[in-house]
């Protein structure tokens, strides 16, 4: 009911994501989309270019945490966790100081 009107929710049913109905929704979707993608002559290659483009250390912008403490996070090369570190100020200076950043070039199919 909206503003007295009835209006249909043909999809009300996906709001409980642990029924079977759901599941097998999800799964015959999978399927569809699973074909689809792998007849993309060109998704193999892209996918090698973007593991390349992400694959580089990544850090964090420092917080104080401490007179002449730091605390920022690095999360190395194609990892998804990020470690936590500390250093004292003179340690941090030598350290984002060494820091390099390099780019990929990527070519995309047309």
């Known amino acids: 009911m909206f503003h007295?009107?009835?209006?249909a929710d043909p999809y009300r049913w996906m709001e409980e994501s642990d029924t079977p109905e759901w599941n097998d929704w999800i799964t015959a979707e999978n399927k569809i989309t699973d074909a689809y993608l792998a007849g993309i002559p060109e998704r193999a290659k892209i996918k090698d270019q973007l593991t390349a483009m992400w694959n580089y250390e990544r850090?964090?912008?420092p917080?104080?945490?401490a007179d002449g403490f730091y605390l920022y996070s690095k999360t190395t090369a194609c990892r998804t966790r990020a470690s936590s570190i500390v250093q004292n100020r003179s340690m941090m200076s030598a350290r984002f100081?060494?820091?390099r950043t390099s780019f990929v070039q990527m070519e995309l199919p047309l």
Do not use: R
């Open 4 to 7: 007295g009107v009835s209006v």
């Open 63 to 65: 917080s104080k945490i």
């Open 59 to 61: 850090f964090s912008a």
């Open 97 to 99: 100081s060494s820091i």
